[in-house]
């Protein structure tokens, strides 16, 4: 689907707004190569590569235990985060029927150009952080911003002073004046020529965060699969590369170190990026004879030098009732997740802390919601025939953020049903003080009458604990849009 230009800039706002792999994904020995690698260009103007070789070694901690060498898997330890799923623990479940009233828009000016009225300041001025005024975007047109005619634009970004990086799904591009111009960049030249034996080559989804403890942004690059017959052979890589915003000029980036992820069975989609305190958390789809999600961490010192690190994975047979889910934002110290173990009535929730070695999950029981996926269906006014809507993406928790050390909010593509005439957004508010006991704080959604709502995604400010929204809306008189929310 094509979006406004406004997307460009939605998870880019929603950032600003809070100023390799095993064969055996159920653990087992492993003897696969991967790479640590420095790539530079030189004086001489030449490109320059020095990489670090490891060997992987597995142990099975909840999933696997990865280590380059000379450091050693850390053991399994018996903390309380180890312990086993506690009870389910139901909330009252409710009808099938609104909780919260219908959202209109109230439409501004297209930007603050001069001739039309700026979109009013969004950040409360109490929290100590400066206002937002969006403007129309410098980066991307309606074509080349999406590379393949009817794919979405998948924006994300990030910024470290005044460089800013912002990707959408097939190109990046880099402003090194806070945003006032951009120069667009070939993310192939980062991404190396396609391995028939890995890959098939750079493809799309591209997710960028900011690293503050070791000033560096990080780039997360998929690569398309290499469409083998045999699922097992099926596979792809995900690529994740960082720099120092020093790095950059209005060529591109001249210095920047990467790392590898190889997957097998399966071939890897879908994304996503956590910054915690100490850790980078990366979730990611894997697509195979088991689909899930699979989630890994990578000590974000090892990503600021060349050098052996170790990292350890989730298993992704835990994770078949989150695919497609992501992680959540703001995590700190620890990072949940979120899938439906019960489409239409529960949610599981998975937590894991920097401090342990092991993850655990509990269910929730909620206000049941229409989970139909057939039911995701919005159209143009038009184009009364294709759906705007991806119906692979229908019930995936998208939204995820820590608004606290207390609450975490997960967000759903909802279907149309009962008294929702249209694809919605289901929203919960979890309480995990007591875990593994949790608590619904509050249940509600983002929906109208007249028109379809999905693909909410949430970020935190970590100055009020304001929640940044960020949602597609659509159908009926709209064609598919994006609005931006702040939530007090």
């Known amino acids: 689907m ?100 219908p959202v209109n828009f109230r439409f501004m000016g297209a930007g603050n150009n001069g001739t039309n009225p700026p979109i009013p300041r969004a950040k409360r001025q109490s929290c100590g952080g400066s206002g937002i005024v969006f403007d129309t975007s410098t980066a991307f047109d309606s074509d080349t911003d999406i590379g393949v005619n009817g794919s979405p634009a998948e924006p994300s970004g990030a910024k470290s002073g005044n460089v800013i990086f912002s990707t959408s799904n097939w190109i990046a591009a880099i402003s090194t004046d806070g945003g006032a111009t951009f120069t667009v960049i070939d993310p192939t030249v980062y991404a190396g020529p396609a391995n028939p034996a890995t890959d098939g080559g750079f493809c799309c989804d591209q997710v960028v965060q900011y690293l503050p403890s070791i000033d560096r942004f990080v780039w997360l690059l998929q690569y398309t699969n290499t469409n083998n017959s045999n699922s097992a052979l099926n596979v792809n890589r995900l690529r994740l590369i960082t720099f120092h915003p020093s790095d950059v000029d209005t060529k591109g980036i001249n210095s920047w170190i990467y790392m590898d992820i190889l997957s097998s069975n399966g071939w890897f989609d879908y994304g996503e990026l956590g910054v915690g305190t100490t850790q980078l958390y990366l979730s990611t789809t894997l697509y195979g004879p088991t689909r899930g999600l699979v989630v890994f961490r990578i000590p974000i010192e090892a990503l600021n030098v060349v050098g052996s690190l170790t990292y350890r994975q989730t298993n992704v047979n835990d994770g078949t009732v989150a695919q497609g889910s992501r992680l959540s934002q703001n995590p700190d110290d620890t990072v949940f997740w979120a899938g439906h173990s019960d489409p239409g009535t529960t949610v599981r929730v998975f937590k894991w802390t920097e401090s342990s070695t092991s993850y655990s999950w509990n269910d929730l029981t909620i206000d049941s919601w229409p989970s139909n996926t057939s039911n995701f269906v919005s159209t143009c006014p038009g184009n009364r025939t294709t759906n705007w809507l991806f119906v692979n993406s229908a019930n995936n928790i998208i939204g995820s953020t820590r608004r606290s050390n207390n609450e975490v909010w997960f967000g759903w593509n909802a279907n149309s049903g009962g008294g929702f005439p249209n694809p919605h957004a289901q929203v919960v508010q979890v309480n995990v003080a007591d875990w593994p006991s949790i608590s619904k704080i509050k249940q509600w959604q983002i929906w109208n009458p007249n028109f379809a709502f999905a693909f909410p995604y949430f970020y935190t400010s970590s100055e009020c604990d304001d929640v940044g929204l960020a949602v597609v809306f659509g159908g009926g008189s709209f064609n598919p849009s994006s609005a931006l929310v702040v939530l007090s």
């Open 2 to 101: 094509k979006l406004s230009v406004l997307a460009i800039f939605i998870a880019l706002w929603v950032s600003v707004l809070a100023a390799a792999w095993g064969n055996d994904y159920q653990g087992g020995d492993n003897d696969d190569d991967h790479y640590h690698c420095h790539h530079h260009r030189g004086d001489d103007g030449n490109d320059h590569q020095d990489c670090n070789h490891q060997t992987g070694h597995a142990t099975p901690v909840f999933g696997r235990t990865l280590s380059g060498t000379p450091y050693p898997p850390s053991p399994r330890a018996n903390e309380p985060d180890d312990d086993e799923p506690g009870s389910v623990i139901p909330n009252p479940g409710g009808p099938i029927v609104p909780s919260s009233p």
